[in-house]
């Protein structure tokens, strides 16, 4: 049985991409059962010609909080997360946490990502909120609180931090992951942070933190520590596998090696690199490892990861070529998933799970244009056109939960 769809079918391949101008899938308990060429004398239950099927996209970097304060007042970081982001996120608790959550992942669903790596405000019921609204809709995340024990916006201690964060560690299951959250090396003591590192070897959770995002930051960094960025996080025991290091813009090549050897990856930010000034990231070296996209919201405007995507395309044609848009593609799906630790996620192949967006066909290829292209002419339409109109439905395993 399961259910059988007939569309245009994109999707990332072991090396490069798979396209059937005419496809048949096919989705039994939420997983992928048959892709491949429509098949003659075949039957559909949901004939979605001339749209196309793509795989949901991947966030692998955001603030649930903060989305209230997308585009307004770009400062650099520190005046920033002072003036506007902290006090948001203070506010980010009981209902109106559950409220803001909601919205929140209407709000990603809508612009075609189905899956994500969170933060959530520092008050533990905010963490329990996302978590239930994620459960609610079957999504695959990583939720975590930002943990800080240096200029909290509220009352505590290290100890408490890492009590709660234990405490918290009982919402992990194998889709949405309870993810270990020291917020930055600027907002942690050395004890918090090799707390969070030894808190995650003990439960085996994943990590995630800032990295290297301006100048005075790293600056600052070295004043309070008398480290580099990274030696901070590596003396604390936070590079491992499981780890997503946001932005990583201000390292040295040696920082990079170093960050490869020990597999870590990291969440390539443009559109609020930009936005924040922030710099660019050295695009070759972070492509060399394990690299995804983060829409970084409230830094960044929207949680478009087109439009996330895009910005990479610019800033790095701009700074030594044009990438390849079936990499960015790429990086805002499969290896999304990838780095959230979830290898049957991010393509629309046997046995992973059905989380896929219908684009609408006219919004991606312009009137007028050749009835057959390459799938290279595809993929480059899609980055530089797709964006939320263009998102007519989203699958979350195989059940519908989002139309245009
Ligand atoms: N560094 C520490 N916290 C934050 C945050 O909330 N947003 C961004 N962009 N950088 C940070
Ligand atoms: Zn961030």
Same mark, same amino acid.
């Given at each position: 049985m399961g259910t059988t769809y007939r569309a245009r079918l994109l999707s990332p391949a072991e090396e490069g991409w798979t396209h059937?101008?005419? @496809? #048949?899938?096919v989705v039994r308990d939420g997983r992928v059962a048959e892709a491949g060429p429509w098949r003659r004398g075949g039957r559909a239950d949901v004939d979605l010609r001339p749209h196309f099927v793509f795989p949901g996209l991947v966030d692998v970097h955001a603030h649930v909080p903060q989305l209230p304060v997308c585009g307004v007042h770009p400062e650099n970081l520190l005046e920033w997360l002072r003036r506007w982001t902290f006090p948001l996120e203070r506010r980010f608790r009981g209902e109106r946490a559950r409220e803001l959550s909601r919205r929140y992942? #209407? !709000?990603?669903? @809508?612009?075609? &990502? &189905? @899956?994500a790596a969170l933060y959530t405000s520092a008050w533990p019921d905010s963490v329990e909120a996302c978590f239930e609204e994620a459960a609610a809709l079957g999504l695959h995340a990583w939720i975590g609180p930002p943990l800080m024990d240096v200029d909290p916006y509220r009352p505590v201690t290290t100890r408490r931090v890492l009590d709660e964060a234990r405490a918290l560690a009982r919402l992990d299951s194998p889709e949405r992951r309870f993810v270990v959250t020291p917020r930055f090396a600027l907002s942690a003591t050395r004890e918090l942070l090799a707390g969070c590192a030894a808190l995650a070897r003990e439960r085996d959770l994943p990590i995630q933190t800032h990295l290297a995002e301006q100048q005075? !930051?790293? !600056? !600052?960094?070295r004043a309070r520590f008398g480290r580099d960025y990274l030696d901070v996080y590596d003396e604390a025991g936070l590079l491992t596998p499981r780890t997503i290091f946001a932005h990583a813009i201000w390292l040295s090549a040696s920082d990079w090696r170093r960050l490869a050897r020990a597999r870590c990856a990291v969440a390539h930010c443009p559109t609020s690199n930009v936005f924040l000034g922030s710099g660019v990231m050295d695009w070759k070296r972070a492509r060399a490892g394990r690299m995804a996209l983060g829409s970084d919201v409230g830094a960044g405007p929207d949680l478009s990861l087109f439009r996330v995507a895009r910005m990479a395309w610019t800033l790095h044609s701009l700074n030594g070529g044009p990438p390849d848009a079936g990499d960015l593609l790429r990086a805002a799906t499969v290896d999304g998933a990838s780095a959230l630790g979830f290898d049957d996620l991010g393509a629309l192949r046997p046995g992973f799970v059905a989380d896929f967006i219908v684009l609408d066909a006219a919004q991606v290829v312009p009137p007028g244009a050749p009835k057959a292209e390459s799938t290279a002419d595809l993929l480059s339409r899609i980055l530089h056109r797709a964006g939320r109109s263009a998102v007519c439905q989203v699958y979350i395993a195989g059940v519908l939960r989002h139309e245009r």
């Open positions: 059937w101008p005419d @496809a #048949r899938l992942f #209407r !709000e990603m669903l @809508a612009q075609g &990502t &189905t @899956a005075p !930051e790293c !600056e !600052e960094v």
